[in-house]
């Protein structure tokens, strides 16, 4: 079983700043790629940001030059710098992870795609 959990988020005024964590647990082999997406209400999940074990990134063009995708491998984390926030950056942000599972009995692993429950992140003008 893996469980992610995301963290940092709260309201902030336009222009500011917040740093949302996101760590994996539970009967992990490896991370490979990791990321954040986010969505707004009545909006569809829309991708953030990407980065691949390598640390590879790859970010939406809204928050190009805004927002900085890292992680740590040993710590299996992900982050999300957010900076010069505005209003539209408002939305819930999810954690998403591919990762390769142990099975039950330690036999074995296979990949699966997985989801943290998400932050809401609120920027006021």
């Known amino acids: 079983q893996v469980q992610l959990v995301e963290s940092g988020g709260g309201l902030v005024q336009a222009g500011g700043s917040l740093r949302l964590s996101c760590a994996a647990s539970?009967?992990?082999?490896?991370?490979?790629?990791m990321g954040w997406y986010r969505q707004a209400p009545g909006n569809q999940r829309e991708l953030v940001a990407t980065?691949?074990?390598?640390?590879?990134?790859h970010y939406a063009d809204s928050v190009k030059g805004r927002f900085t995708i890292s992680r740590d491998n040993a710590k299996n984390t992900v982050y999300l710098q957010m900076n010069s926030l505005k209003p539209d950056d408002t939305a819930i942000y999810y954690c998403?992870?591919?990762?390769?599972?142990?099975?039950?009995?330690?036999?074995?692993?296979?990949?699966?795609?997985?989801w943290g429950q998400g932050t809401q992140v609120t920027v006021s003008s």
């Open positions: 998403n992870a591919l990762i390769f599972v142990l099975t039950a009995g330690g036999g074995g692993a296979y990949e699966d795609d997985y």
């Open positions: 980065i691949t074990r390598g640390g590879t990134t």
């Open positions: 539970g009967s992990i082999f490896s991370i490979n790629a």
